[in-house]
């Protein structure tokens, strides 16, 4: 599993914020004045970012939920034995424990597990998620605004103003997720899933406090193309499977390239 590469696939578009994005920045010290919910920030452009990490996770616990419900109740839940049998922190994930499950796995095969312990075998990830670059500054007055919270504590009612940092409705990321094709005949089935976890996203949230309103975003798809082994190799040729400078939905693409 892993050992293999036929050809690569590569998934380009747009992510539009619909509302505020907040994925949060650690912070050793807060300046006087300053914000104690910063967001993330390139450190050379002072520009925010989505780091590939948070769109794979937020897509991988997507798929994870999803797959769930097709499992028999009595493996449903968090623990040993169950869908999600993997604690990381104070935090459960499904992970296959063997390599010949994770490749039958839709979401081990496509995000990817890691070993429980030192020596444990991994299968790697066929995806590679690249971090998500803000692409329309121009177009905007701000790009980061300051929304003011009121935390109230139920017992004394004592107001906490909280000051968030949020990158401005309106805002568009470039996004590039790249697939590794290890085999032709789970190909098809595995670029749907990762499409239409971007339709399920877009009725989610992205980053933090979307319970709360924040991260509603909309997915458009620019292009997808298909690299075999020998465009690498052999100077061969790209196949061509979308190609659209305004971007289309996710069913719009999964359409076109699965015809």
Known sequence: MGEAIFGKVLINGKIRLKTGLHIGAQTEAIEIGGVDNPILKDPNTGDPYIPGSSLK???RNLFEKAMSADQPPEKRGRGENKWFNREIGDVYIHACNTLEDAVKCPVCRLFGISGKERGDKNYPSRTIF???HLCNK??????IEIKYETAI???TSAANPRPMERVVPGAEFEFEIVYNIENENEKKEDIKNLVNLMKMLEDDYLGGSGSRGY???EVKITRIVER???YYLNEGAEIKLLNKED???PEEALNQILK
């Open 130 to 132: 690249r971090d998500a």
């Open 57 to 59: 996770g937020k897509m």
């Open 228 to 230: 075999p082994k020998d």
């Open 138 to 143: 121009d177009e905007l007055e701000e790009v």
């Open 247 to 249: 971007g289309v939905r």
């Open 153 to 155: 504590d139920r017992i």
């Open 215 to 217: 991260g509603k975003v």
